[in-house]
């Protein structure tokens, strides 16, 4: 899959709308910082529910977790300069209870309404609750915000051993964290192996064995039943109740299983959603002058066509653009190829591309040692994703071809495979 291609819109330019952004974090603040960026010189006004100045989201389970308290203006999205300077007002601490599309007004948590011309929903998600006996005890803890970040990290300097509910990428980056500063990790997931929704079987299996030579223990296809807490220890309850059951004490648990769209404000008013607000390709919901970026929307006509809702820093920033553009009305960059990574130990992944589910996968060792990279293709031949372990230039360049059409599939398994084939090579047309 390449690309979508780039459109024209036909809309006339808006230089002097008041704007409100509803969310001030990675999807937000880059439609601010954009729509500036393209000449925007009416009101911007970003409004976030969470105190302070914006913490960016990615190092909340990596870096933040290992750092020392006082150290959070390094892991800030913007200065507070940066706002003054670019004359983009931000409300932080207070919350958007309800907007009204038609009277174009929407409402705060102390009573006040506010008017916009245009209005960008860009609200992400929240952790998804652990739907189990005792699943709601305050002391599982979760991780989306720098304020779950804060009460994690304080709780993780004082336990020992920490059970991690769900093996998706948040939660083995804790588990990465926890054990490099010395706790006694587990990993528990309900599916027959890691990143089961996200990444390709060898890449899965690559950090299994990453976290097993690590010392982290790891648990697949256990299904969690219950948690319990007595006055010294949690416990989680591993079977069905019935016969095979186990029980795993704990200092702490955290959950990771997964987001649910924050689209609470956009079903109220009416707006179309499925699992996230359903827009066009240009990021437009289905209410006039209603935007919704990152998280929380579901292009019906970008890279995804609407399947699935893309979770990345990478889509908060793009959505972000092409929405600016679109709110300007200019002509919109192409859906570009989904990217990702992550940070485990002292391996990074980068990935891009979506590992199909039928994906059939050919690993290839990079150039030095630790270097590797796993390609997955469809099942009509055609290259899907790339999947790299601290091998940038695997990632580089299978980024650049899953940009580029291959009508004559000039990308083969076999080419992947063969040791002999030197990848920026591939970079060249034929
Ligand atoms: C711990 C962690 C690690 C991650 N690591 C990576 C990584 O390594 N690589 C990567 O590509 N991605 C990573 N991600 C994913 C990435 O951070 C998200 O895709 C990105 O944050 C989405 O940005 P967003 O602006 O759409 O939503 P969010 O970051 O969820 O922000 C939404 C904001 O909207 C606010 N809000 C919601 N409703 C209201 C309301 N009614 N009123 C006022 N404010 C409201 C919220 O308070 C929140 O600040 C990670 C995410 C987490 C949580």
């Given at each position: ?49 969470l105190?302070?100045?914006?913490l960016?989201r990615?190092?909340l389970s990596?870096?933040f977790l ?60 929240y952790p ?10 305050k002391?599982i803890m979760m991780l989306r915000h720098p304020v779950d970040a804060r009460a994690l990290r304080s709780k993780l ?13 948040i939660?083995?980056?804790v ?79 955290v959950a990771g299983?997964?987001v ?171």
């Open positions: 899959m390449t690309a979508s291609t780039p459109t024209q819109l036909s809309q006339p330019a808006s230089q002097h709308k008041d704007i409100i952004i509803i969310g001030a974090s990675h999807a937000g603040i880059a439609c601010a910082e954009r729509l500036r960026k393209l000449g925007h010189e009416g009101s911007i006004t970003v409004i976030d529910r105190k302070g100045l914006p960016e990615p190092p990596k870096a290992k750092s020392a308290e006082s150290d959070e203006t390094a892991f800030a999205l913007r200065s507070e300069s940066w706002f003054a300077d670019n004359q983009i007002t931000l409300m932080a601490g207070v919350t958007v209870t309800q907007i009204a599309p038609q009277d174009h007004q929407l409402t705060l948590d102390n009573g006040d309404t506010l008017g916009w011309h245009q209005l960008v929903l860009a609200t992400g998600a998804r609750p652990l739907p189990i006996s005792g699943g709601d005890n002391n300097n004082a336990a020992k051993h920490v059970i991690i509910i769900g093996g998706g990428y939660g083995l980056e588990a990465a964290s926890a054990r490099t500063l010395g706790k006694e990790v587990s990993v528990i997931e309900a599916a027959d192996r890691l990143l089961a929704r996200v990444a390709s079987a060898e890449a899965s299996a690559y950090f299994q064995a990453l976290h097993q030579a690590n010392g982290v223990a790891i648990h697949t296809q256990a299904q969690v039943s219950g948690i319990a807490e007595t006055e010294t220890k949690m416990q989680v309850l591993i079977g069905d109740n019935k016969a095979n059951n186990a029980t795993m004490d704990a200092d702490l648990i299983i997964g649910i769209p924050d689209m609470d404000l956009a079903a109220k008013a009416g707006l179309s959603t499925g699992n996230g607000v359903l827009t066009d390709a240009f990021y437009r919901s289905s209410a006039a002058d209603i935007y919704a970026i990152g998280d929380v929307a579901l292009p019906a006509h970008g890279y995804t066509n609407g399947t699935i809702r893309l979770e990345s820093v990478h889509h908060a920033q793009m959505s972000a653009d092409i929405a600016a553009q679109s709110m300007m009305g200019q002509a919109a960059d192409a859906h570009e190829t989904p990217w990702f990574w992550s940070e485990q130990y002292d391996v990074r992944l980068q990935s891009a591309g979506l590992v199909p589910a039928d994906h059939d996968t050919v690993r290839r060792e990079g150039r030095r040692q630790g270097q590797v990279s796993f390609w997955s293709f469809s099942a009509n031949g055609k290259l899907a994703a790339v999947e790299a372990l601290n091998d940038s230039q695997a990632y580089m360049v299978g980024r650049h071809l899953l940009s580029s059409p291959d009508p004559e599939n000039r990308i083969t398994k076999a080419l992947i495979a063969d040791p002999a084939t030197e990848l920026k090579t591939l970079m060249k047309r034929p």
